[in-house]
């Protein structure tokens, strides 16, 4: 299984802990900041990865919904209907295409959140 992390850069330390956490759950996510190689088209590997993903984890802030590339990334993970777990930092709530989907606290423990992950499998 293949996580998408979505966030804007202000929130990368956040999306590194969630990583961690669905790696221990046997969970590979990619983070752009982190495994796009130096020289690499960035967008056309932001679109390949999110075309591999099966599970869409966007960190969701006010920062979030004021990137254009964090909105694009929740449309296209809504439109591939893969399985979205947002994780609101301050409040945010899922917007447009993703607004139907709960968000919980990023504090959920992993035995909340083991269940979660393995439903989407």
């Not at 999110?50 to 296209?76: D, H, M, R, T």
Request: with cysteine.
């Amino acid at each position: 299984m293949l996580a998408f992390m979505s966030y804007q850069a202000a929130n990368r330390a956040v999306a590194g802990r969630v990583s961690d956490l669905l790696a221990s759950l046997g969970i590979q996510a990619f983070m752009a900041h982190e495994h796009i190689e130096v020289s690499v088209q960035w967008r056309d590997e932001i679109l390949r990865q999110i075309g591999l993903a099966n599970l869409f984890v966007p960190i969701l802030s006010q920062s979030y919904y004021a990137s254009i590339w964090c909105k694009q990334e929740s449309g296209i993970a809504a439109f591939r209907r893969i399985t979205v777990i947002p994780l609101s930092i301050d409040g945010s709530t899922p917007q447009g295409a993703t607004s139907n989907f709960q968000s919980p606290s990023p504090h959920v423990p992993a035995v909340i959140a083991r269940p979660v992950i393995e439903q989407s499998e």
